[in-house]
């Protein structure tokens, strides 16, 4: 039965490699609930679904950022901070909640920190603040494709980290300053 | 008239003298203390101490004016934001995530030269990190979160 199952995902993947770069995307998108079913999907859906404002307010702070959009990342800083503030913990296994409970505090500290600070401080909040929400997202799962990405050069060679939904680079650390820096690290899948 | 006024000023001055303050200060080493569980040479710990405990622990070494009222009132404000911020008296009370978190914060802070504040070295010129001083501190904060 699995076999079947990979050969039908695999079967889509090769029809879709021979169409446009979105069709392969939707297409994999398709494919993925499939092997997923073998499984457990069943766990992990319904809590990714727990995390989309979350997600939705971190991506609406990483495009302001890329667009060096002080206004917005500070509006979209405070809007995720009240998203932390409202998961429900108690949902959750009781082994899984303490790490929980801390990651959203240290996590809606940044979002208050980037609702309130000049463009750079918001950076750094928000390099901090990625490494929490690839976190939350490993326990909790996540509602949509993630795409983890890094850009060598921030923070004096360091380097820095974000989570986009697009596979296309586009650097929130930097901004329209260095907009192409970075490269795809990991994927994080449904 | 500017006698009355006068008068006035001294009065008031000298009535809310009497007006009670809480002071932070601490006999004990609390256990949760920063440097209770932390190994630090003791010139980094002097530093730290004399730099950053009066305003981001339970203990403050109050100034002589830090008893004159309204100075005092201004004195509580910042030490009850910088305490908000960061507690190093409090320290272990923190995740271990909210602890990098505090040092990350750290580090920043002494980078961009905005530690320790300073209307604070206005009255503290002790409490002024020199370059080097500035850099060792970075150094020791970094490699704590890299370990």
Same mark, same amino acid.
């Given at each position: 039965?699995?076999?079947?199952?990979?050969?039908?995902?695999?079967?889509?993947?090769?029809?879709?490699?021979?169409?446009?770069?979105?069709?392969?995307?939707?297409?994999?998108?398709?494919?993925?609930?499939?092997?997923?079913?073998?499984?457990?999907?069943?766990?992990?859906?319904?809590?990714?679904?727990?995390?989309?404002?979350?997600?939705?307010?971190? /991506?609406?702070?990483?495009?302001?950022?890329?667009?060096?959009?002080?206004?917005?990342?500070?509006?979209?800083?405070?809007?995720?901070?009240?998203? /932390?503030?409202?998961?429900?913990?108690?949902?959750?296994?009781?082994?899984?909640?303490?790490?929980?409970?801390?990651?959203?505090?240290?996590?809606?500290?940044?979002?208050?920190?980037?609702?309130?600070?000049?463009?750079?401080?918001?950076?750094?909040?928000?390099?901090?603040?990625?490494?929490?929400?690839?976190?939350?997202?490993?326990?909790?799962?996540?509602?949509?494709?993630?795409?983890?990405?890094?850009?060598?050069?921030?923070?004096?060679?360091?380097?820095?980290?974000? /989570?986009?939904?697009?596979?296309?680079?586009?650097?929130?650390?930097?901004?329209?300053?260095?907009?192409?820096?970075?490269?795809?690290?990991?994927?994080?899948?449904? | 008239?500017?006698?009355?006024?006068? +008068?006035?000023?001294?009065? *008031?001055?000298?009535?809310?003298?009497? *007006?009670?303050?809480?002071?932070?200060?601490?006999?004990? *080493?609390?256990?949760?203390?920063?440097?209770?569980?932390?190994?630090?040479?003791?010139?980094?710990?002097?530093?730290?101490? =004399?730099?950053?405990?009066?305003?981001?622990?339970?203990?403050?070494?109050?100034?002589?004016?830090?008893?004159?009222?309204?100075?005092?009132?201004?004195?509580?404000?910042?030490?009850?934001?910088?305490?908000?911020? +960061?507690?190093?008296?409090?320290?272990?009370?923190?995740?271990?995530?909210?602890?990098?978190?505090?040092?990350? =914060?750290?580090?920043?802070?002494?980078?961009?030269?905005?530690?320790?504040?300073?209307?604070?070295?206005?009255?503290? =010129?002790?409490?002024?990190? =020199?370059?080097?001083?500035?850099?060792?501190?970075?150094?020791?904060?970094?490699?704590?979160?890299?370990?």
């Amino acid at each position: 039965m699995k076999r079947v199952l990979f050969a039908m995902g695999f079967a889509a993947l090769i029809v879709s490699c021979g169409s446009t770069k979105k069709d392969e995307t939707t297409s994999e998108k398709k494919a993925e609930p499939v092997a997923k079913s073998s499984k457990a999907a069943a766990v992990e859906n319904p809590n990714g679904n727990a995390l989309t404002p979350v997600l939705d307010a971190y /991506l609406d702070v990483k495009d302001a950022l890329v667009n060096d959009n002080q206004e917005g990342a500070a509006k979209a800083g405070g809007t995720l901070a009240v998203a /932390l503030g409202s998961l429900d913990l108690s949902a959750f296994p009781a082994g899984q909640q303490k790490e929980l409970k801390d990651i959203v505090e240290v996590a809606k500290n940044h979002g208050e920190h980037i609702s309130e600070s000049e463009i750079g401080h918001q950076r750094e909040h928000f390099e901090a603040l990625s490494k929490d929400i690839k976190d939350l997202a490993g326990i909790i799962g996540t509602d949509r494709t993630l795409y983890h990405q890094f850009c060598p050069m921030y923070d004096g060679n360091k380097g820095g980290m974000w /989570l986009s939904a697009n596979e296309e680079v586009r650097n929130p650390l930097f901004g329209s300053s260095m907009l192409k820096c970075g490269r795809v690290e990991e994927v994080i899948k449904l | 008239m500017l006698k009355k006024t006068l +008068l006035v000023i001294l009065v *008031v001055g000298i009535g809310i003298q009497f *007006v009670p303050v809480p002071t932070n200060q601490n006999d004990e *080493v609390l256990k949760t203390d920063f440097f209770q569980h932390i190994e630090a040479p003791i010139n980094i710990q002097t530093m730290v101490e =004399s730099s950053c405990y009066d305003c981001h622990s339970n203990n403050t070494n109050y100034p002589w004016y830090g008893r004159v009222r309204p100075f005092v009132w201004f004195l509580q404000k910042h030490i009850r934001e910088g305490k908000d911020d +960061l507690n190093f008296s409090t320290f272990q009370e923190y995740s271990g995530r909210m602890q990098r978190e505090k040092i990350r =914060s750290v580090i920043s802070q002494l980078r961009d030269g905005k530690m320790p504040l300073e209307e604070y070295l206005w009255m503290h =010129s002790e409490a002024k990190l =020199s370059l080097a001083e500035t850099a060792r501190l970075i150094d020791f904060f970094e490699n704590l979160n890299t370990q």
